[in-house]
């Protein structure tokens, strides 16, 4: 689906009341300004009143883009961890070691 389908498919859940937007499967921020632009999912989606969770690995986020899910009235972000050690965290990762190490601040 495209952006304009997914805000149609938004605006018109949106009716009568709000629901809550999770983004979740794959990585959303693969999706970058089509998710936190000024005229993305979560802006659109919040300037209907609706609620945005986004649940992601955070390796695509910069202080750039936290800033903006911010700014675009993001409710809730989860991360979510493959392993909690960076040696089976590379097993599961395409990127491997490298992923680890950004996620865990190391």
């Known amino acids: 689906m495209t952006l304009t389908d997914w805000k149609a498919l938004v605006s018109e859940a949106a009716e009568p009341t709000p629901p809550y937007v999770y983004l979740s499967g ?3 921020l693969r999706l970058a300004a089509e998710v936190w ?4 999912l979560v802006a659109f989606s919040t300037s209907l009143g ?3 969770n986004i649940n992601t690995n955070a390796v695509l986020i910069t202080p750039q883009v ?3 899910l911010v700014k675009v009235g ?3 972000l989860h991360i979510s961890l493959d392993s909690a050690d960076g040696p089976r965290y590379h097993v599961r990762s395409v990127s491997g ?3 680890w190490e950004r996620e865990a601040g190391t």
């Open 74 to 76: 993001l409710s809730k």
């Open 97 to 99: 070691a490298a992923c």
């Open 66 to 68: 936290a800033l903006q």
């Open 26 to 28: 794959g990585e959303p």
């Open 37 to 40: 632009g000024d005229d993305g």
């Open 50 to 52: 609706c609620a945005v």
